[in-house]
């Protein structure tokens, strides 16, 4: 994060305001680019910030974060939303990660996943990871169409009113 200069040459109330700019700055990012670029980076984002950072399957989906093509905004937006709600759905996650690694079906389909070198830092062996990666991938479609919807009602008016804001004087 860097600031500007004229921050440091401000007042003390500037100063501490930089930081919220510049927060509001990658708010705002979120509006920029395409609707697909948003939809996808809100996706992966939310899929990402949903499940356990401590294993395979997370550095693998912040891989494709990095690799693919979209709004990293909207992606650093969704991670941190869902981040913040894991939380209150930890319990719940755990209870259908347990149900599902429970059924004889699901456990001998990935016993032979799991005994693979390197198998247990997948982390499905885990309650809360492997249902967060069944959670995230069935709140995908949703979400997609979700945010395509929201960036195509909303866009087009985020952007008339900062070309307003620039026609007036005003800095961006």
Known sequence: MSFSPEAASAGPIARRSEPLRVAVDGLVGVCCGTAEETARGVTLGFWF????????TACALGLAVAAVRLNLAAA???????????????????????????????????????????????????????????????????????ALAAHRALAAAWTDWRTADRLAGEAP
């Not at 910030?49 to 395979?56: C, F, I, Y």
């Not at 456990?107 to 990871?129: F, S």
Request: no cysteine; aromatic share 8%.
């Open 49 to 56: 910030g949903l499940l356990p950072k401590e294993n395979a």
């Open 76 to 146: 650093a937006w969704a991670a941190l939303a869902a981040t913040a709600l894991v939380p209150l759905l930890d319990p719940y996650l755990h209870r259908l990660g347990l149900a599902l690694l429970s059924a004889p079906s699901v456990r001998g389909g990935l016993a032979p996943l799991l005994a693979l070198p390197g198998g247990a830092w997948l982390g499905w062996d885990n309650t809360v990871a492997f249902a967060a990666l069944l959670v995230g991938a069935a709140a995908a479609w949703p979400l997609h169409r979700g």
